[in-house]
Structures are given as structure tokens and as C-alpha cells.
């Protein structure tokens, strides 16, 4: 029972760290239909580029992570700004947008590996105050501070997009693009700020994921991009609250399938899930009904 | 309607470079050896008869781009640095020089296939030293026996990789050896009893924590209580270290490279800082300690090779190593030195680049490289001695 | 009728389709003779399985509109089935391929079922998730499939006697058979029925299902004929590269093939043999890139789908409409 108990656990942490990135995956898809393929890409980039700095400026961790933020939220802007709004403005179809985003992603990877190398690095820690131990079940202060930090950042995210006034922006341009341009909403520059926010959310994720296992390696947003993927649309792409449940479903039932089944089958659970919910439900778990079925 | 024309032009032009692209790669007469795009720094000896004086050849194959870029690139610096030194001392065959061919492969199958026919078809190559993955070095290794051409693998694992021909051979280690010699640390110097395995889902870690397994089995009172398989590349081993917590393991022996051993180290020390970690030589390098710090230490490994040994030519190697290139070399990187080296030797005594006698004289000579005595069995593998080192205060640091 | 350039060349290839033809066939046949090494020679054979692979994946993408990126899963499960048979059974090639098609086309009913429900992105996504799954079970199915140790030395296909290898040219042969194959059947299928129904599936999914198509139905059909190329195309693939594991067929594969199918263009068929080319030609061609080149594949896809996203040959025929021959008979008898 305690074992269960711990990899319950640890698969609330892990899935933390999944909703964390998925939340970027769903920002996008929310607003342009658009599956970003780069999304794991930026992800990666915001833990190097963080751990860069880090060591070239010699500034703390914390303030490296923020300033990897605003560098991969740019870098998500000028990713739509080169490669994805000339090929809305031509109306391409959207496997044109699909294959973009494949080749953004091959660039920014060997970029890396070409300036950074391909081995792993050391990341350093953000938080380290030892251990919580309760009836045999331990939680260690990475694993809790993830999470705690991944809660902040989705109430923040969920506050901007539900309160403020980009936020409505937001919400109407994801309703009706072309309604929002007649309301005199800048749609240009709300598709902007969206990708600013998923590649700092992404940014955070990198940060914080990496100081969690301390390793930072280009190949990085692969896997944890595909699983992130998974469970944004496991809880329905589009939505924040979605986003959180599905990374901890895909954590749990990860850390679940490990413990029943062996290491061996944890990474396959993601995707067996993933097949299921579209199936039965195709618009996730909290997604709203968009989807034309003929 | 300009258009369609610039599409069509722009067709013929792609089409027009691939053939010009083929056309580098194919062999046009064999006074002419085609110098692959690849190589920058290859002096085409263009007119110069290649049959005696010209420079000897060795293609070095391996992952440049990619994953595993770092590994592949050690190969590529080893084998410079190696050539220089050849090349210094007057090169081989009696003044002829040594030229290393880069070709990657980015770790893939298709491509090594690829480029093993490519260097087949050249012809001019004395020998191949590479492929990092097993899987990519079996895909090339068929076609490499087949042409007669020398192919030593610093790094392939795989149980039946030098058993594909009698013209591939491995400078690494053979596994049943190293394994042993780990469980001997594990049980004679540590006295422990309760094993877990960690390894990782590749043929390498697959047929490794085989090998352990049947190992233990013959040992009275020492039993496997956990195993655990990961994907390589991905960070999170809480469920491997809540089952090896749970099956109450003294001693976890890590099948896998530094990149899994350091974040492995990390979380499971967070959790219980007494357990052993013990390692394989291949995750011997100083990136280990960079990224582990102090959650690596005690972590105990045999290996083959140590950067820090007070043996002259192996501080002049490293010392090298580090100026030319920045970092230490790995272990992996000092096998692939000595794989050069070995093949170099072959090449002298033989009075030849001719697969078959060099081959023959491969199982002859035995080379004292870096890593080790290197002498290759009749089976194309070596067999070598084993330091054991424990990390103890940033340090690797020799324990017999 | 303006005559730009590329009425010309379409009209002066429509008119002399059979000569056009023929030196193509001449020349494809005659390869051998020229002597090229055996890197080159196998350098074409390899374009000519992604060819296959691309005409394959072409119905489902180009003429039926669905997306697939998990088309190394079929490829991966044609691929193994013929590894296994002849190892663990024996069988004959024929046979061997056979079993592998069938067994890759049921996957595919089984991957074409989510249509029923899911279109767009999403059903994308599920292909994405099965090619992934398939690694999965690659990689777990140890009995089966040795796992991660992959599996080596895949005996060469024989037929009728004689064992095709590089060298005596039979592979290249072989592959220039199941290209032709191939491309008749495509060719056959997309000017059918069928063919007819996947257009106007693609086009408008509404209009098609008020003209009485059932598109669920042929949605399926396309994933199963699709699935059935790319499991002919791997268990020919398997003997040739003689190693394979999970790695082999992973996503990027998946994406290879359908930017072959992009590159090429969406739709056409000749488009699929030229996407090959270059695609595959591209890793060789590109090495004095040297670390470089796979930053340069990623600028071209991106180059490519902001300059021409229809692909390389995706322009629309300026030729009148050839009218089929009963129906011009009909027209002729009611004038």
C-alpha cells in the first residue's frame, strides 16, 4: 500500500511536469488549430538557454529561468511570425502548418547540438530542503515545489486568459477569428501574445523540469513533448484546466503502469490512453464540441 | 504563369544537383578515388597513383549530427589526435601519411548502410573504425566482411556483433568480463547480497542485464530482488527507485551510460543516501561528476581505462586530448584511440592496406594503447583488465 | 488556351505518352548496365521503396484528405512479419510478403475504425499515437520480436531458384517490379470508382456523403489499401538493410514519408517518384553540409511550404479533360 502510495506520488510529479508543457500545446492548438510540433523544441531551448546564461553570467538559477522565458517566448514569436503567419495569410492547408512546425523543430534541435553539444548537463537545483516523510511515504521537496509552482503558474495563466482584457481577446479570437477583427481586436497581435505565452510557459516547464531531474540535453522536448501532447489532448486541447488533468492522468496511470506492468510498459501507457479517449470521447475530456464528424 | 516556369526550374536544378551529388559518390576510374563531399579537410590526391604513397585512409563512422553527436565526434578527435601522432613519427608503411574520413551517420541504420556501400565502393580504405550504436554498426558490418574491409567498433555491445565476419572486430569490452568483474565489486569488496539492475532499453543494456542475471545465479546467497528497464532518455526513475526501495536492495548495478547513471544517482541518493551505485565503464567519463556532484560519490565502476592513472603515455593522451578539444577524453573516446592505433600497428607489420593480411595480423599483434593491452581473440574481441575506481570527493580515484 | 510552359511540356507528354513511357521504362531497365557501385545502386533502390511507400501513403493523404504520421508503423509491421516468417518459419518470399500485407492491411482496418468518430487533426494524432505504439510493442514483445536486440541477418528473398542480392542486381529488379506494381494499382484505383469517392471525400466530406458515398467506408478502405503498400514496401525493405529494430522505424520516418508525399505533390503520382529523389537523395547529396544539413532539411520544408505547399509537381493539369471513351461514344451516338 505505501508503494502504491508512492508511485501515486510520484506520478502526480511527473504529471505536473507534463501539464506544465501541455499547457503550450493547448494555448496554440486553442487559437489556430494548429498542432506546434516545435512546441517540444522551445521546451528544450528554454532549459538550455537557461542553464547558458547560468553559466555565462553567473546569475542566480531563478533569474536565469526568467530570462529564458522572455528569450523562448520571443523565439515562439518569431516562429510565428517567419514560418506560420505568411502561411495563414495564404490560407494554406493545415498539413502545410504540420510540416512547418516538423522543420522549425529539426532546426532549433541541431542548432542546439551544433552550439550546445549533444550531452547531458548538469542543471542546478532550485529548491532543496530535504525530504517530507509521512507513514513511509516520502515527497521530496523537488517533487513538491514542481507542483507548487506548476499550480501558481496555471492559476496565473488561467487568471489572464479568463480575466484580463487580452484575455477576452484571447477567448474571441479562438471563437470567431474573423467576428474578433470587426470588433477591432488585433488578431495579429493576440496570435503573438499567445505564442509568447506558450513559449514562456514552455520556458518554465524546461526550468523547472530540469532542476527537478538536473539534466538539461537538446533530444530533451522529443519524448516529453509527444506525452505532454497526449495529455493535452487527453484533457481536451484547448482547455487550461484540461491540460492539468490530462498531464496527471498521464503521470499517474505512467507511474501505475511501472509499478503493475514493469518500467518497460510505462512509456506506451501514454499513448494506449491517448487512442482510447479520442475514441470514445474525441474532443478529451473538457474540450468543447468543435469537431465536424460527417 | 511565371510561376510554374520558376517551379519547373527549380525542379530541373534539384534534379541537376543530385546527379551532380551522385555522381561525387560514384567512383569515376580508380586512379581517381572519390573524395566524399563529407571530408573538408581531405587533400584530394587527384592524379597521384593510388596504388603505393598516397595517403592510408581510415573512414571513421560514427553519429556527428544528433543524439549521440558527443560520442561520435569523441571517435572523430581520437582518431585525429591518434593520426597526428602517426604522422608525426613519420607516418606508416614507410613515410606514407595517415588521413582520417569522417562519414556520419547520424545514428541511424539507413544511412550507415549507406555509407558502408559508399566506402565499399571507394575502395581506398584501409580500414573503418565505428558505428556507435550496435544496431547501426550490424546494419553496416554485413557489407563491410563482405569487401574485405577492416571494421573495429570501439563501442558496439551487441553479444553477436563481432561474430557477423572475421574482418569485424570490437575494442570494447566483452560484457560477460565486465559484468563479472562489477559483481565482484559488488559481493567481494562490498559485501552486499540484495542486487537491483537498472538498465536501459537498448540491445546493450538488454543483453548486459542477461548476463548479470546468469552470472548471479551461479553465485551462492547473491540474488537479483529487482530489475528495472528504462527508456534512455527520459529523466524521471521514481517508480524504478520505489520498487528497488520496496524489494529493500543494498546495491543497484546501473547497465546504462552517464547520461541515465547521474540523474538516476540524484534522485535515488534524495531518497536513501546509503544505497550503492555501481556503474559500467561506458558511463566513465567527467561529465559523471559535473552533472552528479556529490549524490555520485561512492559510485564504484571497473574500467579499462583512467584518465587520472600516473602512466606516462596515458597522461600525454589525455593531456592532449584536453588541449585540443577542451574536455577529457571518456572511456568510449580511449578505445576508439587505441582502435586506430591498432589497425595502424596491423597495417606497419603487414607491409600492406590489403584487408586479408592486415586482418591476419589484427590477431596477431597486440597493441599497448591507452585503455589497455589491446589483443584481439580468434572471435574479433578483446580481452582486458579491469582498474576499479570510486568517486571520493569530485575525484575518481583508483580503490586497488 | 494560353501556352505557357507547362502546356507544353503536358501537351507534348500527353501526345506522345506511349514513346515518353517507353524511354522511361528503357532507362529504369538499363540502369544495371551502367555499371554504377553498388552505394549508387542501392541509393536507387531505397528511393524506389519510399516511392513505393509515398504512392502508398499518397491514396490516404494526397487523393482521400487524411492525414497520416504513423505510417512507420505499417511499414515497421511489414518489415517484422517478413523477418520473422523467414527466420522462425522459412517461408517462401512470395508467401512471406504475402502474409506481411495481410497482416499490415488489418492494422490498418483497425487504425481506419477511429474515422468512424474523429477527422482532421485529430484522427493525426491517433496515427500518431499508433506509430508510436507499435515501437512500444517492438520493444516489449520480447518473444516475438527480440526487442531492442532487433533482429539480424534476414535472409534474402529467392525466387524460382535464384537469390536476389545487391550485386547480381536482383534486389534492384525486384524493386522495380513491386514500383511498377505499384503504380499500376495506384493508378488503377485513383481512376476508379473508388478513386472518384476519395476525391470527394477529400474535397467536401458533406457533399460526398449527400452523393450517396459512404465515406466512413471508403475512409477505412484507403487506410487499408495505404497500410497494404507500406507492409509490401517493408518486408521488402527488411532483407535489403538485413538489421532491424525499433529504431528503424521510428517517427521520423513517419514524417519522411509523408514529406515525400508533400514535397512531391498532394495528389499526383508522378509527383511521388521525384519527392523521392530528392528526399531521399538529400542526406548523401547535403554531407559537405556536414553537421549543418539537417538544419538546412528543416529550412527547405519550411522554404517549401511557404513557396509552394501544393509540392513540386502539384500543379493543376492544363490539358482539356480526357473524356472516357463510352462516354464520347455516347456523345458521338446522341449528336
Partial sequence: ?294 | MKKKTIGILVVLALVAVIFAGCAQGAPQAPAQPATPAGDAGAAPDAGAPAAEGGNVRIAVAAPLTGDNAEYGQGFLNAARLQAEHRNAAGGVLGGRQVEIVPFDDANSSEEAASIALRIASDGDFAGVIGHFSSGVAMTAAPTYNENQIINISPSAGHVDFSGIGEFIFRNNTVVVVEAGAILDIAVTDLGHTRIGILSIMTDWGVSTSDVIMNLVDALPGVEVVAHEEVMEGSPDFSPAITAFEAADVDVVISVSQYSTLAPFAIQYRTINPEVDILGFSNAYTRNLIDIGGESVERVRFPVSFFADSPDPVIQAFVSEYIAANGYSPSALTAQAFDAVGILLDAIDAAGTTEGEPVRQMLHEISHNGVAGVVSFDAGGDVMRDFFRVVIQDGEFRLTN | ?335
Avoid at chain 1, 477583427?181 to 506558450?198: C, R
Fill in chain 3, 1 to 335: 488556351m494560353r501556352k505557357d510552359f507547362i502546356y507544353i511540356v503536358e501537351n507534348f507528354l500527353s501526345r506522345y505518352k506511349l514513346i515518353a513511357w517507353a524511354v522511361v521504362c528503357a532507362g529504369m531497365l538499363a540502369v544495371p548496365l551502367f555499371g554504377f557501385s553498388p552505394f549508387i545502386m542501392r541509393m536507387f533502390i531505397m528511393i524506389g521503396i519510399f516511392a513505393i511507400l509515398a504512392l502508398g501513403l499518397n491514396l490516404l493523404t494526397g487523393y482521400c484528405g487524411q492525414v497520416s504520421l504513423g505510417h512507420a508503423g505499417f511499414f515497421a509491421i511489414g518489415a517484422y512479419t517478413y523477418a520473422l516468417m523467414k527466420i522462425n518459419l522459412d517461408a517462401p518470399f512470395l508467401l512471406a510478403m504475402v502474409v506481411a500485407m495481410v497482416i499490415s492491411a488489418g492494422c490498418g482496418f483497425l487504425l481506419g475504425l477511429p474515422t468512424l468518430r474523429l477527422s482532421g487533426n485529430y484522427l493525426t494524432i491517433v496515427t500518431l499515437g499508433f506509430g508510436e505504439i507499435v515501437r512500444m510493442v517492438i520493444i516489449n514483445w520480447r518473444s516475438l520480436t527480440r526487442g531492442p536486440l532487433g533482429i539480424g541477418g534476414i535472409p534474402a528473398p529467392e525466387l524460382f531458384g535464384t537469390t536476389f542480392t545487391l550485386t547480381n542486381h536482383g534486389f534492384y529488379y525486384a524493386m522495380l517490379v513491386m514500383l511498377a506494381l505499384t503504380g499500376l494499382t495506384c493508378y488503377a484505383i485513383v481512376n476508379s470508382r473508388t478513386g472518384r469517392a476519395f476525391k470527394a471525400i477529400k474535397q467536401d466530406p458533406i457533399a460526398a456523403t449527400m452523393m450517396g458515398i459512404r465515406t466512413t467506408r471508403f475512409k477505412v478502405l484507403a487506410f487499408v489499401l495505404s497500410a497494404l503498400i507500406a507492409g509490401a514496401a517493408g518486408a521488402f525493405y527488411a532483407p535489403i538493410i538485413g538489421f532491424i529494430d525499433h529504431n528503424t522505424f521510428n517517427f521520423d520516418i513517419s514524417v519522411l514519408i509523408l514529406t515525400i508525399v508533400i514535397v512531391g505533390g498532394m495528389g499526383t503520382m508522378r509527383g511521388m517518384f521525384l519527392g523521392a529523389i530528392i528526399i531521399i537523395a538529400f542526406p548523401e547529396v547535403a554531407r559537405f553540409l556536414m553537421t549543418y544539413r539537417f538544419v538546412v532539411y528543416g529550412l527547405l520544408l519550411i522554404v517549401m511550404m511557404r513557396f509552394r505547399p501544393q509540392g513540386l509537381l502539384g500543379w493543376k493539369s492544363r490539358l482539356p479533360y480526357n473524356i472516357p471513351k463510352a462516354a464520347k461514344k455516347q456523345l458521338e451516338a446522341g449528336a
Fill in chain 1, 1 to 294: 500500500m505505501v508503494v502504491f502510495i508512492q508511485q501515486f506520488i510520484n506520478g502526480l510529479a511527473i504529471g505536473m511536469a507534463y501539464s506544465l508543457i501541455a499547457v503550450g500545446f493547448s494555448l496554440v492548438f486553442g487559437i489556430l488549430r494548429l498542432v506546434n510540433f516545435a512546441h517540444g523544441a522551445v521546451y528544450a531551448f528554454g532549459a538550455q538557454f537557461a542553464l547558458v546564461i547560468f553559466v555565462g553570467m553567473q546569475i542566480s538559477i531563478a533569474l536565469a529561468i526568467l530570462l529564458a522565458m522572455v528569450a523562448a517566448g520571443l523565439l515562439g514569436v518569431i516562429i510565428d511570425k517567419t514560418a506560420l503567419e505568411p502561411l495563414r495569410k495564404k490560407k494554406s492547408m493545415p498539413i502545410a502548418n504540420l510540416i512547418t512546425t516538423i522543420g522549425i523543430s529539426h532546426i532549433l534541435v541541431n542548432l542546439m547540438t551544433i552550439y550546445f553539444g549533444s550531452q547531458t548537463r548538469g542543471f542546478p537545483a532550485l529548491f532543496s530542503f530535504g525530504m517530507i516523510e509521512v507513514a513511509g511515504v516520502r515527497v521530496d521537496s523537488n517533487q513538491l515545489m514542481l507542483c507548487l509552482v506548476a499550480l501558481i503558474l496555471m492559476g496565473v495563466l488561467t487568471i489572464v486568459v479568463q480575466k484580463s482584457k487580452i484575455g477576452l481577446a484571447i477567448r474571441a479570437t479562438e471563437q470567431n477569428t474573423k467576428a474578433a477583427s470587426l470588433m477591432g481586436i488585433n488578431v495579429n497581435f493576440v496570435i503573438s501574445f499567445v505564442f509568447f505565452l506558450a513559449g514562456a510557459s514552455a520556458a518554465i516547464a524546461g526550468g523547472l523540469i530540469a532542476s527537478h531531474y538536473r539534466i538539461v540535453f537538446p533530444a530533451m522536448g522529443f519524448d516529453a513533448g509527444l506525452k505532454a501532447f497526449s495529455a493535452a489532448v487527453l484533457g481536451g486541447i484547448g482547455s487550461l484546466p484540461g491540460s492539468i488533468i490530462g498531464g496527471l492522468i498521464v503521470g499517474v496511470s505512467e507511474s501505475m503502469a511501472a509499478n503493475f506492468l514493469g518500467s518497460a510498459y510505462r512509456d506506451s501507457v501514454a499513448f494506449v490512453i491517448l487512442i482510447l479517449v479520442l475514441i470514445i470521447r474525441p474532443t478529451g475530456l473538457f474540450g468543447k464540441k468543435a469537431i465536424m464528424k460527417v
